[in-house]
């Protein structure tokens, strides 16, 4: 009976990641006004989201890692606590993660708090500083510069909450 229990847990937490997933991908596709996106120089609106992800586990069924995560604020490693004792673990990331524009596109960046009280952020090689506060939009508006690949990232949860923007030449 424990087996089939655990059988079900682990069906329901893959439905609830591709649900996570589709919602995520949904978020990159439906925010870009795709009339324009193929056109150099022309307008480019993305939603991102800050998130973060959070795993925990009783005790009893995983023991508690000996070994750190990286520091920076990125991660986190919570104790046992409660009864039964659960530990927790999280993660910070950008989602979509990836966002690719044409150079000399007009580009419009509505950041989504949703986890994190606040991420101090920047584009490397376009926008020096902006905040993303959960519960509110941060919009960033830039001119796509020279083509290459350049990171989104924030300042607060490192290593490992950085995207990037990725700037393909002008046809």
């Given amino acids: 009976m424990k087996a089939l229990v655990q059988s079900k847990e682990i069906?329901?937490?893959?439905?609830?990641?591709?649900?996570?997933?589709?919602?995520?991908?949904?978020?990159?596709?439906?925010?870009?006004?795709?009339?324009?996106?193929?056109?150099?120089?022309?307008?480019?609106?993305?939603?991102?989201?800050?998130?973060?992800?959070?795993?925990?586990?009783?005790?009893?069924?995983?023991?508690?890692?000996?070994?750190?995560?990286?520091?920076?604020g990125g991660y986190g490693l919570k104790a046992p606590a409660g009864e039964p004792p659960k530990w927790e673990v999280n993660a910070y990331a950008w989602a979509p993660a990836s966002l690719t524009v044409a150079e000399g596109d007009d580009v419009t960046l509505k950041f989504v708090g949703i986890n994190g009280a606040q991420h101090v952020s920047r584009i490397e090689g376009?926008?020096?500083?902006?905040?993303?506060?959960?519960?509110?939009?941060?919009?960033?508006?830039?001119?796509?510069?020279?083509?290459g690949v350049y990171l989104m990232i924030c300042n607060t949860h490192q290593p490992n909450m950085v995207g990037q923007l990725v700037v393909l030449p002008k046809e």
Avoid: N, W
């Fill in 126 to 147: 376009h926008v020096e500083k902006f905040t993303v506060e959960r519960g509110k939009v941060a919009t960033v508006q830039f001119t796509a510069g020279k083509p």
């Fill in 11 to 72: 069906v329901l937490m893959f439905a609830m990641a591709a649900v996570v997933l589709l919602a995520v991908l949904s978020a990159g596709c439906l925010g870009e006004d795709t009339a324009e996106a193929s056109i150099p120089g022309g307008k480019r609106t993305f939603y991102v989201t800050a998130m973060e992800y959070k795993g925990s586990t009783e005790v009893s069924k995983e023991a508690f890692p000996a070994d750190k995560l990286p520091e920076g």
